[in-house]
């Protein structure tokens, strides 16, 4: 990794901050943006209700709902990032900072998405319907495929890692050298990749699912029938807005 990478790194975690900070001055916004997150936490665990209650696939769906579909904010988490990229650049593996990379564009993309949508939704709660039509307003379908792609991304280097034992030997050395240089809570959310991943023993159906389905979903928002139908009752609806809450 080169101090490029870095910059990288802060300038996806400088975008979060000035998205966080726009909404944050405009407090029916941050409503709304909070609102949003929650309803898509548990779009997610209707999609994946069967994941969630298989036992090989359940740890690394909780790890995609907790950590990169949850409702959270992580601006505790962001902040440290930006104060340690130069330590996190030197102390971690290549491969485990290429995936905080990915992880930071990843985030630096959904926050924009999700102020993009909160931004045309026109009534709380979030319901299926009001998160159609704010869905089909907001548009950026290339952005929402990066997501996918993105999202993707990070679980498939998170199996790679998973095969690596020198890797996974060097990340629990890192615990006491991390949390000096404070950098706990990314060693926390990488354990808890590489636990995640290491139990489902192969990801490659996992991920398979995962891209399948948000896909699925991501074209039947875009339809122009999706407002009509994700007004009906749930067991009415056909396809995958059938997942929405």
């Not at 779009?43 to 790890?63: K, M, S, V």
């Not at 009534?123 to 792609?149: F, K, M, N």
Request: charged share 20%.
């Amino acid at each position: 990794m080169t101090s490029a990478d870095g910059d990288r790194i802060l300038e996806h975690l400088g975008t979060v901050a000035a998205l966080r900070a726009h909404r944050n001055a405009d407090p029916a916004l941050a409503a709304r943006v909070q609102a949003l997150k929650a309803y898509q936490a548990r779009r997610f665990e209707c999609t994946y209700a069967d994941l969630l209650a298989h036992p090989r696939y359940q740890g690394a769906t909780r790890f995609f709902l907790h950590e990169l579909y949850g409702p959270q904010e992580f601006s505790a988490r962001d902040a440290q990032f930006s104060r340690i990229v130069p330590a996190l650049v030197r102390l971690f593996p290549a491969e485990l900072v290429a995936t905080v990379a990915t992880l930071a564009a990843l985030h630096a993309l959904s926050e924009s998405l999700d102020n993009s949508t909160a931004g045309q939704l026109t009534r709380l709660p979030v319901d299926a319907p009001g998160y159609a039509q704010a869905w089909l307003a907001a548009g950026r379908a290339p952005a929402r495929e990066q997501q996918i792609a993105l999202t993707l991304s990070i679980g498939a280097a998170m199996d790679r890692y998973t095969r690596n034992r020198m890797l996974r030997s060097t990340l629990r050395l890192m615990r006491g050298p991390a949390q000096a240089a404070g950098l706990s809570d990314l060693q926390k959310f990488l354990e808890a990749g590489f636990d995640a991943f290491g139990a489902m023993k192969g990801a490659s159906d996992f991920l398979g699912w995962v891209g399948e389905r948000e896909r699925a979903l991501a074209a039947a928002l875009f339809a122009t029938d999706a407002v009509a139908t994700a007004a009906l009752a749930p067991a009415h609806r056909h396809g995958p807005l059938s997942q929405l809450p």
